[in-house]
């Protein structure tokens, strides 16, 4: 991987987290508060919940993990559909902005990456595996399927990856 290209995608969401992190994960309106920032993710939590329907583990157990999970938009509604939810993100700024919209929710767990794996993860830990308006951001394809495969590494046998 080239380490210019994920500084550089570090740099870009570290600066538009800081500038307005809610416009630019939602493509809302500019300087959205809390509320109005996590009613934006109905339309795609009505989707990935269809998706988990397909879920061979019980509602309110398994692992899931976002990646890109940005300010924890999606994260937050869909911790109470799993035992534990994992979130990722290339952006330190995204990742303090999760910690305080997951605040309280004890098995919700975020955290800074290269932003190009999921090596902090073991392989088939998770069953269910999303990403929403992540992908197209990436400036480099190599990139885009490192994730791809690294998502079917942590995925346990039987287990979804949904992307958009």
Known sequence: MDPSVLKKMRADWNDRAGEDAYYYVAFGRRKQDDSEFFQTADEVLAWLRDEMGRLEAEPGKGRALEIGCGPGRLMRPLSAEFQEIHGIDVSDRMIRLAERNLEG????????????????????????????????????????????????????????????
């Open 105 to 164: 929710i004890a098995h919700a767990h975020v955290q800074a990456t290269s932003g190009a794996d999921l090596s902090p993860f073991a392989n088939m830990y998770f069953d269910f595996v999303y990403s929403y308006a992540v992908f197209q951001h990436i400036p480099s394809r190599d990139v885009v399927l490192q994730y791809l495969r690294e998502a079917v590494r942590v995925l346990k046998t039987g287990g979804i990856l949904t992307c958009q």
